[in-house]
């Protein structure tokens, strides 16, 4: 019996396919900077803010140089705000909430997700959260599904793995999770939702 529903965040909850192009995009709009030259710079960080190895506040200064503008700090906590919602998937979090445990499981900075959750009232909905850059862990592992089905008190095959990149369901499918490949292009919620119920 499935006791448990787990959500990645970008792509599945969000608009956008990830939290960097959510980012990128915002201050490249904001600050009139080409969105290549954005990406380019924070790209060049990303993978140590998903492990957590730096935070944000780190690589700040050198990003601001890369592009060539001292763009105010307040401007970044501003595109972790500006995330793209699926109104819909979070509206269905809250109908499943009543009668499942909901956690997220997302490679994400922890800057990041802690805001999003406050600033959009977000965190009421979700029984854990798993951040890659907190937990030093991430999908590529066993070990954030283990950790996430102890912390919620179930079993791996209590629990149904929802996320937007198919490499990431390998290892939640290996441990006996129930798994959904969102199509974050289309985002047919009905057939989501459809899917989701023949396992429930």
Known sequence: MIKAILFDFDGVLTVDKTGSASITKYISEKCGIS???????????????????????DMWEAFCEDVGER???????????????DEEMIALVK????????????????DRINTVLRE???????????????????????????????????????????????KNLTIPNKMGMKTILFDDQNRDIEKFRAKLDSFL
């Open 95 to 110: 109908q499943l909430k009543e009668k499942y445990f909901i956690a997220m499981v997302t490679d994400n900075k922890a």
């Open 120 to 166: 959009k009232n977000l965190a009421p909905w979700f029984d854990f959260v798993a951040v890659s850059a907190e937990l030093h862990m991430g999908k590529d592992s066993r070990e954030v599904f283990d950790f996430v089905a102890r912390q919620l008190g179930v079993s791996a095959d209590e629990c149904v793995f929802i996320d937007n990149t198919e």
């Open 71 to 85: 763009i105010p700090y307040e401007v970044l906590t501003e595109s972790f705000i500006a995330t793209p919602l």
């Open 35 to 57: 969105l290549e030259t954005v990406k380019a710079s924070y790209g060049k960080y990303n993978k140590a803010l998903l492990d957590g190895s730096i935070v944000h506040q």
